[in-house]
């Protein structure tokens, strides 16, 4: 790993630490979403589990349980399979699917309500300042690109000195990332230095709006908005977090446990780890048909089957045999990410000691 100078950022990004328990890969949520009120108090949209709302929760061994699964983002297919598919109520879980903004989450897993989220490597801060949870299992690869117009001259991190880049949020992971590669070129993200200004979008929609009518120069997005624009011709990439060197091949998006129901409740754990197994495993063998149960139940806003086929595969779910021939090691990628964010000053942990804190590795035998 680089290492890069940006301790000028440390400051900025600790003060946005606390925003960022968002879920890792999120989008804006599909518009067939209603709003209701969860059991935390906040708005959300949730869906009882594979719409079976009539269902006895005594026919569940683990009963009902939300899960953070409304947010439109197609890198969330693991959830959306596992739900659809039946796989976390072949565990005992009578799943409920729900939108949840930070502070939702934040609170769920600390008192765990909310047993298990997804979210990146970004989270690690958040950890180290106190959030109780604890990374259990990798995701997938990595599901960020970066645009720009396509008479733009800007190809690289060095040319965004004085330019503009759109984020869904200061603080979310297309921030951050942007934060380091900038800086790794020795432009300061830092805002009293104007020497680049993040602006936050709350929908990829008007970010990419904003980025054909130069509002701003380049447009940091989630998946699947990068990818369907480049594919018709409105915007190039310059980025992509799956192919860059420093992200390839290794997991950016990691399955993060409740500390309180890994201790009070550890085989509800295992149990929902082997379900998003089941779903990983069977996405890898069966991306066309994953593609298709997205589309048509309206997980994730695209509409482009081919290219969904194709990102779901660039995102690399580990299948069964992947799994049993330990070809991805997880504490190997959080040890990895540790570093990197320990090089630019944004965690002051050891590594090694900050993975040994932040890994749990859980026994999913039954």
């Not at 301790?7 to 003060?15: E, N, P």
């Not at 009902?64 to 959830?79: N, Q």
């Not at 106190?130 to 396509?150: E, Y």
Request: glycine share 8%; net charge negative; aromatic share 8%.
């Amino acid at each position: 790993m680089k290492k890069v100078k940006i301790s000028s950022l440390v400051g900025v990004l600790l003060v946005s630490s606390s925003i960022l328990l968002t879920t890792a890969c999120t989008s804006q949520p599909a518009s067939t979403e209603t709003s209701g009120t969860a059991s935390t108090g906040s708005t959300d949209t949730s869906t009882s589990s594979q719409g079976d709302t009539s269902a006895a929760q005594t026919e569940y061994k683990y009963g009902k349980i939300d899960i953070p699964g409304k947010d439109g983002a197609l890198c969330g297919a693991p959830i959306y399979i596992a739900y659809d598919k039946g796989f976390f109520a072949e565990e005992g879980f009578d799943v409920n699917l729900i939108s949840a903004d930070a502070e939702t989450r934040k609170i769920g897993l600390n008192n765990g309500t909310i047993p298990i989220v997804n979210g990146d490597f970004q989270f690690f801060p958040s950890v180290e300042e106190g959030i109780n949870v604890s990374v259990v299992d990798g995701l997938h690869n990595g599901c960020i690109k970066f645009l720009v117009r396509n008479d733009s001259d800007i190809k690289e991190a060095k040319d965004l000195a004085g330019k503009k880049i759109g984020v869904d949020e200061i603080g979310g992971t297309p921030h951050q990332v942007a934060s380091v590669w900038v800086e790794n070129a020795g432009i300061s993200a830092l805002p009293d230095k104007h020497e680049v200004e993040f602006v936050p979008y709350s929908d990829g929609n008007l970010e990419l709006e904003a980025l054909q009518k130069g509002d701003i120069d380049v447009a940091a997005l989630w998946d699947p908005f990068g990818s369907v624009a480049e594919k018709e011709g409105k915007a190039k990439i310059i980025f992509d977090l799956s192919t860059d060197e420093v992200f390839a091949g290794k997991y950016c998006c990691f399955l993060y446990a409740s500390n309180k129901v890994l201790e009070d409740n550890p085989e509800e754990v295992a149990a929902l780890l082997r379900a998003y197994r089941k779903a990983q495993d069977w996405i890898s063998k069966n991306p066309e048909e994953a593609v298709d149960i997205i589309i048509n139940g309206k997980y994730s806003a695209i509409e482009d089957r081919e290219l969904a086929i194709e990102l779901v595969k660039s995102y690399e779910y580990p299948s069964a045999e992947s799994r049993s021939a330990d070809t991805h090691n997880v504490a190997d990628d959080v040890k990895y990410f540790s570093q990197a964010l320990y090089d630019i000053g944004y965690l002051k942990t050891d590594p090694q000691e900050f993975t040994d804190k932040i890994y749990k590795e859980v026994n999913v035998n039954n």
